[in-house]
């Protein structure tokens, strides 16, 4: 959620950057908006000067009934009641005003850096950098879960039968691979100064609607029958809702931390899916990194944090690259973010890996997460989060770019003290 004083004395900035995330159905938002401020602020002047004039009316009262002057105070006693239930009728109106206002406030998007390139959706997101040689070896690649169900690591049938399309269960190595991996990733970033945490996986709606917009609220989201409580997406969800309505001390800042979850998601929409495969499922598990830090900060915080999840990748041997997301295929509280994305041998092309985004302030505005300045000064944080790595689509990078032509997967010597110092998996079939 922008500022209202941007609204107020810039609304064409707001409509031109409406107008360059492709969502033109907004732009009357702006004008709601300003239409809404007014009534609200006419509204609240309406009733302070009804508050004050009642103090002076009972005083009058007081002063006739003094003087033996029943009559006119009958009348300003008349008056002061009109204005007691005008004062009423101010306040439900107003608060009826203010709902309007925060939900039009709420759907309008975050402004987007300067250098974010201009695209509809993310087939028009910009290849920027490259990490690691893409190579792609002299024998045919199978699919992921040919590859997985040789190695006996997975059965997706099983979990058809359970619990519908979009599980599965990973056993044998590959269920240890899965959890080596996360492992990894933790002391990784705890080796960055990065403070672990492990958050709650399900959390209020008043949170929900803080961290993320409505469509991406539905799209995503899994409600808890019967209470106020979601199934976390990402860790991010929970690990910036903790902060929610507090008033940091501003030497802690910036925040670094890392946290663990398995994550939720319906996957609404366009993409759907697979009928086999593991790359969009319905539950994963997820190493994530948050900061929290000060405006000025982080621009330099968010070159940080992707380079980080290359590091990652580029350390267990994967190739990369960093995808800079484009205006319409930026979430509306994003003000930029990138992809990161391994290299397929088998597709002969990149996939998304991760996400890393800078928020700027719009998260801090919903949650009122602020913290104290050195002098004395109370301001908004800055709010910005990545992936570090996310199994399953870690696992579908690894065994394509680590798989031997006899069916094999060797595993990086990083890794190797997470798996007992397995060097290779071996087919089982």
Known sequence: MIDINLIRTNPELVKENIRKKFQDHKLVLVDKVLELDAKRRALISEGDALRAARNTLSKQVGMLMKEGKKEEAEGVKAQVKADAERLVAIETENAEVEAELKKAMMSIPNIIADDVPLGKSDEENVELQRFGEAKT??????????????????????????????????????ARLHSAVLSYARD???????TYVIPPYMIH?????????????????????????????????????RFMGQIIDGKKLPMAM???????????GAHGIEE?????????????????CRPEESDAWYEKLWSYTVELFRSLDIPVRQLGCCSGDLADLKYKSCDVEAWSPRQQK????????????????????????????????????????????????????????????????????????????????
């Open 137 to 174: 070896p002299d024998f045919e690649v199978p699919y992921h879960l040919d590859i997985l169900e040789k190695l006996d690591g997975i059965d997706v049938d099983a979990a058809r039968r359970t619990s519908g399309q979009g599980f599965y269960y990973l056993t044998g190595d590959i």
């Open 188 to 194: 990784f970033m705890i080796d960055k100064g990065f």
């Open 205 to 241: 709606g008043d949170v929900v609607s803080g961290v993320m917009s409505f469509d991406e609220m539905e799209n995503m989201m899994y409600k808890i029958e019967g209470e106020d409580l979601y199934l976390i997406g990402t860790s991010e969800h929970s690990m910036i809702g």
């Open 258 to 268: 890392t946290s663990y979850s398995p994550c939720f998601r319906k996957e609404k």
């Open 276 to 292: 086999r495969g593991i790359y969009r499922i319905h539950q994963f598990e997820k190493q994530e990194m948050i900061v929290v």
């Open 350 to 429: 990149y996939f998304e890996v991760g996400s890393c985004s800078n928020l700027t302030d719009a998260q801090a505005r919903r949650l009122s997460i602020r913290y104290k300045d050195d002098d004395g000064k109370t301001k908004l944080a800055h709010t910005l989060n990545n992936t570090v790595v996310a199994p399953p689509r870690m696992l579908i990078a690894f065994v394509e770019n680590h798989l031997q032509a006899d069916g094999s997967v060797t595993i990086p010597e990083a890794l190797r003290p997470y798996m007992g110092g397995k060097a290779v998996i071996t087919p089982k079939k």
